[in-house]
C-alpha cells in the first residue's frame, strides 16, 4: 500500500508539472489529458476533506423541512407535479452539499476549461461536463418548504414558478463532482492510470456519502408526506 501511494504521488507530481498551460500552448493531447487528471484529483481530494460536512449537509436539509414544514404535503397526489417536487427536495439537498466545495469546484473549472483535444471527443465531452457543472454551482438551493406550501393551497393542483424554474436550470445540469469522461479515460497511459486509481478510491468515499444521503432523502420525503 505504501509503495502504490508512493508511485501516485510521483505521477501527481509529473502532472501537477505538465500542467494546463503546457496544454494551452498546443502540447500533444496527452498533455492535456494529465492536466485534466490532476485537476480532477486536486478537486476529490478536496471535497474528501471536508467529507463529514459533506455527508451532513443533507441531514441540515431534513432537520430544516422538520422544523418549518412538517406534514406539508399530506394527502397530496402522486403525480408529474409530485415528482417536480421530489427533484426540489434532491436538489436542495445536492446544492447544499456542492456549496461546501464551491471553491475547489471554481477551480477545476478554471483549470480544466481552456484545455484542448484537437480532433476528439474528449473535447466536447468536457467542455459539456464544465458547463453543467458551472451552471449548477451557481444555484442557491431552493425554498421546498414554501414551495411545497404555495403547491398545497392550490389544492395540489398547480406548482409554483418558483419550483419550475429550478428544476429547469437544476434538472438538465445535474452532474457528479469529480466527473472523468469515457473517452479520456479510454486514452489514458500508465502513469495516467496510477492517478486514475487514486482519484477512484477517492471518489468511492464520495459515493459512500451520497448514498447515505438516500435515507435522508427518503425521511425527508415521509416528513413532507410527499410522494415521489
Same mark, same amino acid.
Given at each position: 500500500? /505504501?509503495? /502504490? @501511494?508512493?508511485?501516485a504521488?510521483?505521477a501527481?507530481?509529473?502532472?501537477?508539472?505538465?500542467?494546463?498551460?503546457?496544454?494551452?500552448?498546443? =502540447?500533444?493531447?496527452g498533455?492535456?489529458?494529465?492536466?485534466?487528471?490532476?485537476? *480532477?484529483y486536486t478537486l476529490?481530494?478536496a471535497?474528501?476533506?471536508?467529507?463529514g460536512?459533506y455527508?451532513a449537509?443533507?441531514r $441540515?436539509?431534513?432537520?430544516?423541512?422538520?422544523a418549518?414544514c412538517p406534514?406539508a404535503?399530506? $394527502?397530496?397526489?402522486q403525480d408529474? =407535479?409530485?415528482?417536480?417536487?421530489s427533484? +426540489?427536495?434532491? @436538489?436542495?439537498?445536492v446544492?447544499?452539499?456542492d456549496?461546501?466545495?464551491t471553491?475547489p469546484i *471554481?477551480?477545476?473549472?478554471?483549470a480544466?476549461s481552456?484545455?484542448? &483535444?484537437?480532433?476528439?471527443?474528449?473535447?466536447r465531452?468536457?467542455? @459539456?461536463y464544465?458547463?453543467?457543472?458551472?451552471?449548477?454551482i451557481?444555484l442557491?438551493p431552493?425554498?421546498?418548504?414554501? *414551495?411545497? /406550501?404555495a &403547491?398545497? =393551497?392550490?389544492?395540489?393542483t398547480?406548482?409554483?414558478a418558483?419550483?419550475?424554474?429550478?428544476?429547469?436550470r437544476?434538472?438538465?445540469? &445535474?452532474?457528479a463532482?469529480?466527473?472523468q469522461p469515457?473517452?479520456?479515460?479510454? /486514452?489514458e497511459t500508465?502513469? +495516467?492510470r496510477?492517478?486514475t486509481?487514486r482519484?477512484?478510491v477517492l +471518489?468511492e *468515499?464520495?459515493?459512500?456519502?451520497e448514498?447515505?444521503?438516500?435515507?435522508?432523502y427518503?425521511?425527508?420525503?415521509n416528513?413532507?408526506?410527499?410522494?415521489p
Open positions: 500500500m /505504501r509503495a /502504490r @501511494g508512493t508511485i504521488a510521483a501527481a507530481a509529473v502532472l501537477l508539472a505538465a500542467g494546463p498551460s503546457a496544454a494551452r500552448a498546443g =502540447q500533444p493531447t498533455v492535456a489529458t494529465a492536466a485534466y487528471l490532476n485537476a *480532477d476529490v481530494r471535497l474528501n476533506a471536508r467529507l460536512a455527508e449537509a443533507p $441540515h436539509v431534513l432537520a430544516g423541512i422538520r418549518d406534514l404535503a399530506a $394527502h397530496s397526489p408529474p =407535479q409530485s415528482t417536480e417536487l427533484n +426540489e427536495v434532491i @436538489g436542495a439537498m446544492l447544499t452539499a456549496r461546501l466545495g471553491g *471554481d477551480a477545476f473549472v478554471r480544466v481552456p484545455l484542448r &483535444w484537437p480532433g476528439s471527443p474528449i473535447g465531452a468536457v467542455s @459539456g464544465v458547463r453543467k457543472l458551472s451552471a449548477m451557481r442557491a431552493p425554498p421546498v418548504c414554501t *414551495d411545497v /406550501r &403547491w398545497a =393551497q392550490t389544492g395540489f398547480t406548482l409554483p418558483s419550483t419550475v424554474s429550478f428544476n429547469e437544476f434538472v438538465p445540469n &445535474w452532474v463532482v469529480g466527473e469515457a473517452a479520456l479515460v479510454a /486514452r500508465g502513469p +495516467e496510477t492517478l486509481s482519484i477512484n +471518489e *468515499d464520495l459515493a459512500e456519502a448514498a447515505k444521503a438516500v435515507e435522508t427518503t425521511a425527508i420525503m416528513t413532507l408526506e410527499l410522494l
